[in-house]
Each structure stands twice: as C-alpha cells, then as structure tokens.
C-alpha cells in the first residue's frame, strides 16, 4: 500500500502538468457551456475532479478561475488571429462588437469575468484577481486607445477627444451593456447600443 | 432557564422588526466605511452580530445584501430630493455624474452593486437577486430613456437616436467606469470618460 502510494504520487508529479492542463480543460468547457458556481468544490463536481485533486494543482479558487480565463483568452486570440485587427483598420467600437458578438454564445465566460471583476475590487481578500484585472483593463484600454488615436490621424475621430478617456468610455459601454444583455435579451440589445458609439468615435471609411 | 429563554424569544419577537432595522444601520455604516466580504458571516463579525442572529433575522446572504443596497437606495433619494431632476432638467448624462460622484466616497457600497449584479447573473443560484437586479435596471433605463426623450423633444439630442439604446449605453457606461475606477484610479476618470457621451446626448442648455 505504501509502496502503492508512494509509486502513485511519484507518477502523478511527473504527470502534474498534464493532469492540470486537462482539468484546465474541462473547467474551461464547463464554462463555456453553462457557467458553474465559482468555487472550487461547485467546479470540482461539474467537472468530476475531487476537491482534493483540484486543490493538488491549483493553490486556491482565484488561481484556477484565473487560468480558466486566461486559457479562454488565448483561444480567442487564436481562433481570431486570421482577422484583420490593425489599429487603422478596425475601430475601437467595432473591436468591442466583434468581441460582445463572440460572448453572447459563451454567458459562463461571461459571468466568470463578472466574477473575476467583483472579486478584484476586494483586493485584500483576492490580491491575485487584482492584479489580473487591473493589468487585463490596461491592456484593453491601451488597445482601444489606440484605435481611437489611428482614427484621429485618419481624421474620421474628433481631434479633441482624448484617446484614453475614450478607451475607458468604450471598455466600460461594452462590459455593462453585455452584462445587461445577459440579465435582460428582451430589453437590451449590445450591438445597437454600442452603434451609437460609433457616431461618437467612427471607424475607418472602407 | 426554560422560562427566560421562552420570555427572552417573546420579546425578541416583538422586538425584531426594530432589531432587525438596527442591524440593517449596522451594516449599511460597515459597507459605506470600507465594504466587507459578501458572506453573512463576515457580514456579521465586521457588525458584531452572531452568524445565528443574523440568520433569525435575514432569510439568507442574498436577502441581507439586497435589503442593504435598498436601503442605500432609499437614503439617497432622500438626501437628493432637494435636487433638481425633472427630465427637462437633467440629461441622462448628468444624472449618472451625479450618481457616480456620490459612489466615489462609498466605494463598499460600489463594491455591494458589483456583487449583487454578478450573483444576478446566476439565477439559479439567486433568484432574488435576479429579480432584484432585474428590475433595477429596467428602472434605470426607463428614466434615463425619459431624459433622452426630453432632450429631443428640446431639440438638443438628434430624434433618431433611439432613446431605449441610448440609456442603455448611458447605463453600462457609467457602470463600467466606476469599477474601472476603482480599481486604478490614477489611469481612469468616470467624469472626463462620461462626459464624452454628452457629444452624443447633450443636456438642455441653461
């Protein structure tokens, strides 16, 4: 028995990476298909892991809703890496309708940056999700601010916008209106909404 | 012993509606001061109550949380009666300055609304936040839709943009920026931000 143990904990560290990388996996496929609560016991179940295997690859909960998200991410940059994306070519707005578009087939995603974006708020309690959200809106803002910045050259953005204070306005329209969507498909419509942005902060002329 | 315990329950049940009002200050003064975790227990220790109390109290966590925020609600309206705010008066714009500028100082409570809404999107889970949420936000648009009614029919707002999209984008935009807000405050200004919108939906002129 000991040597048994002894054996089976030898094979699962070599294993280790692999092992998480399928439970990443599987977390990932349970979020996009239906979403589950975000601790780690509800996510063990939907995903048929032990609490304990789960707690042997990933420190905490945060660590785990984290790398779900990430992973999520760069599927997404995968699957899109075909699309045209240059700063002169698609506009700010239209980069958050392309990106809304994509969500509204995946809520669990949704509601997991939801989550994610609570938690951060609570920095003492989730100093890692902090960390993430606050570098992930930098991130995002940068991009978008960009965008703006390349339709001011192109002389189709107002030159006294300020590009920064519009990539928040665009990053925070396109948050609030998906979560809205989701709590209300009847009543709101994202794409429509964000429109109106567009005659704000107009994209290249094809 | 059986007798005190059985006269102590006789008061506290004539005393609860007050009691409970009291616990209800209680928390709503630890959420404006710094915010606490969402879970009734921490709830209760940040307010000195026992967990049991607050249970013979509050149903669950959601009901708690909600009567809290509702109560907030109710604070405010009656601290702003005062202020001016016919639809002919303040733009849609205007309106969530005003609200934004007042959450600047009361980041728990921003922190609470972020909660409530995130729990809103697993309905299964919070039915009541969801109803909660739900209708808060068919309540927001239908008066910041008003607004933009009104600044159309001054002929400030182009009549076709359609008022119902239009508080939506007000709605997440004034959402989203504040939790951009606070969580990098340096990097984001909800008043500059939000005030690009008024491009788009300008005010009546004074």
């Known amino acids: 028995m000991v040597n048994g143990d002894t054996a089976d904990r030898a094979r699962s560290y070599r294993k280790a990476p692999e092992r998480r990388a399928q439970i990443l996996a599987s977390a990932i496929a349970v979020f996009v298909e ?28 945060d660590e785990l809703l984290i790398e779900v998200y990430r992973a999520h991410e760069a599927t997404v940059r995968e699957a899109t890496a075909h699309e045209p994306s240059a700063p002169e070519e698609v506009s700010a707005v239209a980069m958050m309708e392309r990106s809304a578009e994509r969500n509204a087939s995946i809520p669990g995603l949704v509601e997991l940056y939801a989550t ?27 991009d978008l601010a960009e965008r703006v910045r390349a339709g001011q050259a192109s002389g189709a953005v107002a030159a006294d916008i300020d590009p920064d204070d519009a990539a928040a306005l665009v ?3 396109s948050d609030g209106l998906q979560l809205q969507w ?25």
Do not use: K, N
Request: aromatic share 6%; hydrophobic share 45%.
């Open 116 to 142: 994610l974006t609570t938690d951060a708020l609570q920095a003492e309690q989730h100093p890692e999700t902090r960390e993430f959200v606050h570098a992930r809106f930098r991130r995002v803002r940068a």
């Open 171 to 173: 990053a925070a329209a």
């Open 34 to 61: 239906r979403g589950v609560g975000a601790s780690l016991r509800a996510i063990g179940e939907a995903i048929g892991v032990s609490h304990a295997a789960l707690r042997y690859y990933f420190a905490h909960r």
């Open 182 to 206: 989701l709590l209300d498909p009847e009543a709101v419509d994202v794409r429509r909404s964000l429109a109106l942005l567009e005659r704000l902060l107009p994209g290249p002329t094809p």
